[in-house]
Structures are given as structure tokens and as C-alpha cells.
């Protein structure tokens, strides 16, 4: 067996091919003729259908026509020569007579796929004869012969389109021999050639490809495979078939890998499931041809869809029919597909306008727990968060009178289900949904003045908000206002379960004195999903590991990393003070605790109720 490079397959005296054809697609196809000459025809063959007929009617049908018709029989050449009519005789003995014939109907044959054409005595003819006597009388009708074979007395061979096997049908008894004779002609559409796949048949496979290749386009041009004439002598190689289909895709990507164009046309493909590990193999191919195949259905380009094609051509199969008259739909199903398709079906298309998710160079941007575009204003909402959600997360939130307007307005919605809320709660009782509530209720629900939104405050159960879960959006900040959205989990402390909440506050800060206070803010709460409080406890669990052995109280409770360590003097007094109300330690101590946890006031908080159960906090601390 020779062997088989990639550089044997841009051998020379090429030819450019068709001028319709690409030029990265012409190959050498030239057949050396014999004596009597060949003639293969490059005709494109009309689309099949599926058998109709039962086959007990169709085979019925065959034997009508193939019964033995009346012969001229001559001593030469010249038909007014006398004749001896020999009558055929079919099976019973009973005479057919011309007439009787001529009233018989040819065989019905479904639109498909194989037919194959059988010659009676054609073994007294040379192939050349035969196929050339055919193609002289059927003019301008052609066809391929493919495995032209002689068994016993008759000559048969395959043709592969409905019209050309028609078109030789309609020549039985119409060509008179040398010898005299009418030549005869039956056609039958038997199940497909059986094609053995051993090493004999990919060395002629390779041989063929090689022909097809071209170096200086790095295509390969796979149109009308099985009538290529190193294959169609001995073999009816159709690439719609599974097996020899993965015989040549495995062929051509072990010598040619980074092959970038691809010539299907022709090849009655059905369907393209089996083509979707063209994108494994072939990663750079960027040019495809699959016209003039049996493609029904758009959604069969799903299976072809991850190649990076930049130009495709479909024309040629029924699905192209569908949108004779919406070309601008037929575009756009493509482009769905192929995004950065620039040439479809011969025809140029405008450059794509997209945001190409798969391009390096245009990636989404990384989500940002921070979306602030003022530095300054992104410090003035920190440090106003910071000293407000200490003080929320405190046992006394009468301090949080110093954080509201006057006059400011307040409301609270709530999608907590009843299993974790009961109608007694004060999220239900509370809740301004101002889809279930009437205008009454409407205004009665919200909350008008700073004493009245602290005391409200009071009343919803003591929390411990997780600090590193806070997303925070500052949407608008100007000189007069700011628009602070944030987002983040919170753990109630007043209930033996100690529900995990999910919380969105939108606060509207305005300059107050030498400080900021809310104008208006409106929370939601809602309960935490399980994916969430599984993401939350793997990030607890893992800043636990980082914080070493002290990071977990003795109830399992991890405690988390400090926030910040940018924060400012007026923060960490304000958090030192807070801390000392809440523990009963004297500022001293307090300091001390938030300096142990880098002034993180929950692992302060937490480390303070450790060691005190321990009974390891010396007296001192105390004594103010």
C-alpha cells in the first residue's frame, strides 16, 4: 500500500475547475479516455423521493417488463435485410405478441436514491459501447455508470439520480446493436450496494482525496463523491452513509487537520447529525459547502453550529425553498447560527454588528460587588453604611435616630413565605405590597418622620447582617443627593431557627450639618433560596479556614473577615462606642477587642461572646 502525505495531495496539472465554481475548490478531475471513451458527465441530479410503490407492485411491474419482446434478427447491418421475427415466450408458454407489449405499462419507479440498470447479453459488448450508445440516444440527458459489472450473461450499473435512470429506461429496445439486435435495458431500485470498508478501499479513498485537495487553499472538494471515477469502477461510495461518512472524516483529519474549506455538495446528505464532529476535528474550517443536498429543516444547522464558518452555501436544497421570498429571514436564521458569516450562497453579506461573547477580545466584564463611578461619593456612602448597619445589628437602635431626616419617608415589602413568617410577624403585618393593599392601607403602611420609621425599626427582630456578602449601587450622587442601592444576607437573632433573610435597600441620602441623613428609603425582604445559603456557608466556611483556629465561636458560627481596613478615626470611634454598649465593656477593652479582629465588628462581637462564656474576660473590663 503506497503511502499517504499531506504533501501528495496538491499534485500537479490542476485544473481551476468551472468558472462558477471557488477557486480554493478546483482539482484535477481529468479521466484518461479509451478507446471507446467514457463519457461522465458532471450534470447536477435532481432531488429524490422515499418508495411509494409496496414492493410486491413494484416487483410485479419489473417482471411485466422484462419479459422477452419480439427481436429483429439480421445477416447484416442494413434493416431492409430480410427478418425472422422470433417470438419470446414467456412463463405458461403463452406468445406475447408485439401489440400486447406495447400495451404493457414500463415499471413504476419511486424517486430515490439507487437504481440499478441491467443489460440482458451485455456481456457480448464492450462497456464503452454500451454506455456510449446510451448517452448518444438519451441526449441531452446524462449520467455517471457507477460498478459497471458483468455477471453470466448480462451487464449491469448503478446511476444514482431518477430522471437519468428514467431517461435509460426509455431506451429499452429503442438501440439497434452491430450484431442486429435491440439492445435491452430493465432498471430496478434494490437496497443500497453493500461497500466492505478495508484497507483496498481507503487506499483508493485516499487516492481519490488526494486528487480533490488543493495545497494552496488548504480545501478539499468532496462534491459528488461517489461518482468520482477512481471510486465509481469498483465502488458506490455515498457520504450520507454512517459508516463510509466517519471512514473519510477520519481519513481527512489525520492527514489534514487544519483543513479550512469543505466541498459536500452533491452528496444527497439527509441530514447533518453526523457532521457535528466537524467542529472536533476540523477546528479552523471557515469555508463549507453543502448544497445541492436533501436538507429539509433550518434547525439541522443546530448540529454544525460551534464552527466558526465565514461562509456557507445552502442553495441547491429544499430548505432553501421555504424562503424564496423572505431572503431577509433566511439571513437571519443563518446568522443565528453562524454570527460571523460573511458569504452566504455566492452572495456577499453586510458585516455583522454583534457583541461576540466567544471573542477574546470583547468578554462580558467581571461582576463587581461595587458599582460606583465617584471615588468620593463611594467613601461618603461606605462610612454612612458602616456606622448605620452597626448600629442596626446593635440591641438599642435609638441611635439610628440621628441617621434620618425629620420629615423622612419610609416603607417595607416582604415575599417571606408563611412556614418562615407566621400571620403574627411583623414582615407579614407590615408588608406595603402595593399589590394587595388598598390606598387606605396604602398610606397607612408607610412610615412618616424619624421617630416614627426608629420605632418601627425596633420592633423587627434583632439581625446579624453578613457584611461580606454587601453588594452596593450608588445610581445617581450629586452635590444635593445620593442613591444608594444595597443588596446582602441577614440572620435573625430573636427566633430559635434563626432564619437566613435576603435583603434590598435602597436608601436617599442628603447633605445633613456636617454629615449625611436618609430622606427616603424602601426595603424588601424576602427568604434566602437554598443555592444561596449553600453559597453562603461555603464562603463562611472558607474565610473560617483562612482565619485560622479562632475563627469559629463554640456554636459553630464562623466569623468574618474585617470589611475594611481603610476605615476612618470617626468609624472606628463611632464602632468602639457601639461595641461597649452592646458588651457592657469599657472603651479600653472595646478598643482592644476591634483591634484583635482588624475592626471587623462581627468577629468582634462574636469573639466577645466566645470569651465570655469561657468566662476568660478579666473584671477590668467592666469597670467604667
Not at 210 to 238: G, W
Amino acid at each position: 500500500m503506497s503511502r499517504f502525505h499531506k504533501s501528495s495531495w496538491g499534485g500537479r496539472n490542476r485544473r481551476s475547475g468551472n468558472s462558477e465554481d471557488k477557486h480554493y475548490f478546483g482539482h484535477d478531475d481529468r479521466v484518461p479516455k479509451n478507446n471507446g471513451g467514457i463519457f461522465f458527465s458532471k450534470r447536477p441530479s435532481s432531488f429524490l423521493r422515499k418508495q411509494t410503490k409496496s414492493p410486491h407492485e413494484l416487483f410485479k411491474n419489473l417482471a411485466i417488463s422484462c419479459m422477452d419482446d419480439d427481436v429483429q434478427m439480421a445477416t447484416g447491418s442494413n434493416n431492409n435485410n430480410r427478418q425472422v421475427i422470433v417470438r419470446g415466450r414467456p412463463r405458461g408458454g403463452a406468445v406475447v405478441r408485439r401489440d400486447m407489449l406495447a400495451r404493457i405499462r414500463p415499471p413504476i419507479l419511486a424517486d430515490g436514491f439507487v437504481y440499478k440498470i441491467v443489460i440482458p447479453y451485455g456481456h457480448k459488448y464492450e462497456k464503452e459501447y454500451v454506455i456510449n450508445n446510451l448517452l448518444s440516444y438519451m441526449a441531452p440527458e446524462t449520467f455517471v455508470p457507477i460498478m459497471y459489472k458483468i455477471f453470466g450473461n448480462e451487464a449491469s450499473f448503478y446511476v444514482d439520480d431518477y430522471k437519468s435512470a428514467m431517461a435509460i429506461l426509455n431506451c429499452n429496445q429503442k438501440i439497434t446493436t452491430i450484431d442486429g439486435f435491440k439492445l435491452y435495458v430493465k432498471v430496478f431500485q434494490p437496497p443500497f450496494p453493500h461497500c466492505e470498508v478495508d484497507n483496498k478501499l481507503k487506499e483508493k479513498l485516499k487516492q481519490a482525496m488526494a486528487k480533490r485537495y488543493v495545497n494552496e487553499t488548504n480545501a478539499l472538494d468532496l462534491s459528488k463523491f461517489h461518482q468520482d471515477p477512481d471510486l465509481a469502477t469498483d465502488y458506490f461510495y455515498a457520504l450520507h452513509r454512517p459508516l463510509l461518512w466517519k471512514t473519510v472524516l477520519d481519513i481527512v483529519s489525520e492527514h489534514i487537520p487544519n483543513l479550512e474549506a469543505l466541498n459536500l455538495d452533491g452528496n444527497r446528505l439527509l441530514s447533518l447529525d453526523r457532521s457535528n464532529i466537524l467542529n472536533k476535528k476540523f477546528p479552523k474550517l471557515k469555508i463549507l459547502y453543502i448544497g445541492d443536498n436533501m436538507i429539509k429543516d433550518i434547525k439541522q444547522l443546530e448540529a454544525i453550529k460551534d464552527l466558526k464558518l465565514e461562509e456557507l452555501k445552502l442553495t441547491g436544497n429544499p430548505v432553501c425553498n421555504k424562503y424564496k421570498n423572505r431572503q431577509t429571514e433566511y439571513i437571519s436564521e443563518v446568522r443565528k447560527r453562524f454570527p460571523k458569516l460573511l458569504r452566504l450562497d455566492g452572495t456577499e453579506l453586510p458585516k455583522p454588528i454583534l457583541f461576540d461573547l466567544t471573542n477574546d477580545g470583547n468578554k462580558m466584564p467581571l461582576p463587581r460587588r461595587m458599582f460606583v463611578s465617584n471615588a468620593k461619593a463611594q467613601n461618603i456612602a461606605s462610612q454612612f453604611l458602616q456606622q448605620y448597619f452597626l448600629i442596626f445589628d446593635s440591641d438599642n437602635r435609638q441611635a439610628l435616630l440621628d441617621a434620618y431626616d425629620e420629615h423622612a419617608c419610609f416603607s417595607m415589602t416582604t415575599s417571606c413565605s408563611h412556614n418562615n413568617s407566621n400571620k403574627s410577624n411583623i414582615y407579614f403585618t407590615e408588608n406595603r405590597n402595593l399589590y394587595r393593599v388598598n390606598n387606605s392601607r396604602r398610606q397607612k403602611l408607610l412610615k412618616q418622620g424619624r421617630l416614627i420609621i426608629v420605632s418601627f425599626l425596633s420592633e423587627i427582630p434583632q439581625t446579624q447582617h453578613y457584611l461580606n456578602t454587601f453588594t452596593m449601587d450608588i445610581s445617581l450622587a450629586t452635590e444635593v443627593m445620593m442613591v444608594i442601592t444595597v443588596t446582602g444576607f441577614f440572620k435573625e437573632l430573636d427566633k430559635k431557627d434563626q432564619f437566613i433573610r435576603y435583603f434590598n435597600r435602597t436608601f436617599i441620602i442628603v447633605p445633613e450639618g456636617s454629615g449625611y441623613c436618609i430622606r427616603n428609603e424602601q426595603l424588601h425582604i424576602s427568604n434566602a433560596s437554598n443555592a444561596q445559603i449553600k453559597h453562603l456557608n461555603s464562603q463562611v466556611t472558607t474565610q473560617a479556614k483562612d482565619s485560622g483556629p479562632q475563627a469559629t465561636t463554640s456554636s459553630g458560627t464562623a466569623i468574618k473577615p474585617p470589611v475594611s481596613s481603610q476605615l476612618s478615626e470617626d468609624v472606628k470611634q463611632q464602632m468602639t462606642m457601639t461595641l461597649s454598649q452592646q458588651t457592657n465593656m469599657n472603651l479600653e477593652w472595646s478598643l482592644k477587642c476591634l483591634e484583635e479582629v482588624q475592626w471587623n465588628y462581627d468577629n468582634a462581637l462574636s469573639a466577645f461572646q466566645e470569651f465570655f462564656k469561657r468566662g476568660q474576660i478579666p473584671p477590668e473590663a467592666f469597670n467604667k
